[in-house]
């Protein structure tokens, strides 16, 4: 069975340092993979989508970047954080082809910014 | 460009009582849609979807949801919500990308 995995759950970071928080699937081959952030427990923002290695595509221009460098592998990184990046980042990933597909969530990374 | 629309920040339900949490969706073409729910600090987990077929969808714990073209919602419906039902739901509908509403607490009391 396929599996998503998020780390880390928890992050404290102070405003101008970098960030790297990473996502792995397990299970199945060429996901289609996605990158959301939830502010204040609502509503989701889609930040990046990617459906090969190396293929990113941003949905928000901001402080952030995304990275696939493997199949089952996404990355989200800042060079230097802002206070408005805290939140609550989920990646997710689907079974690439379909719209009609489920998107299956990892468990999240609180990060806050101070 | 599609939308979703969940007109209630709050539901709040008895425990045993029926519950709906509304959703309306503006997309191009058929839609597809879904819904998930999100428990605290924990990611979404998906509770049904509607690609076409029938009207009702039938999914996870016991949830449902109707599908109405004409009206173009997707209303979530339990007949006998738990205490334990209690969490942050999501519509999301399909266009070119995968769209969520600002999501719905239900808060059922025993």
């Known amino acids: 069975s396929q599996t998503i995995h998020q780390w880390p759950a928890t992050l404290v970071q102070p405003v101008g340092s970098p960030l790297s928080l990473e996502c792995t699937v397990e299970?199945?081959?060429?996901?289609?993979l996605y990158w959301y952030r939830q502010a204040a427990g609502r509503g989701l923002q889609l930040l990046f989508y990617?459906?090969?290695?190396?293929?990113i595509s941003s949905e928000v221009p901001q402080n952030l970047s995304a990275s696939r460098p493997q199949d089952r592998q996404f990355i989200l990184s800042s060079k230097k954080l802002l206070l408005s990046d805290s939140g609550f980042y989920l990646c997710?990933?689907?079974?690439?082809?379909?719209?009609?597909?489920?998107?299956?969530f990892g468990a999240g990374t609180r990060l806050s910014v101070l | 460009a599609q939308s979703v629309a969940q007109p209630e920040d709050q539901v709040n339900v008895a425990e045993g009582n029926p519950l709906t949490v509304k959703c309306t969706y503006s997309?191009?073409?058929?839609?597809?849609l879904f819904w998930y729910v999100q428990y605290p600090n924990r990611g979404l987990q998906f509770l049904l979807k509607?690609?076409?077929?029938?009207?009702l969808v039938k999914g996870s714990y016991g949830f449902e949801a109707e599908f109405n073209k004409s009206q173009t919602s997707f209303h979530l419906k339990k007949p006998s919500a738990l205490v334990s039902d209690s969490a942050l739901y999501f519509c999301?509908?399909?266009?070119?990308?995968?769209?969520f509403g600002g999501g719905t607490r239900l808060m059922v009391k025993p």
């Open positions: 997309v191009s073409g058929n839609p597809y």
């Open positions: 299970g199945t081959s060429n996901p289609n």
């Open positions: 997710a990933w689907r079974l690439a082809g379909g719209r009609r597909g489920i998107q299956y």
């Open positions: 509607y690609i076409t077929g029938d009207n």
């Open positions: 990617s459906v090969g290695i190396g293929q």
């Open positions: 999301a509908v399909e266009g070119n990308m995968l769209t």
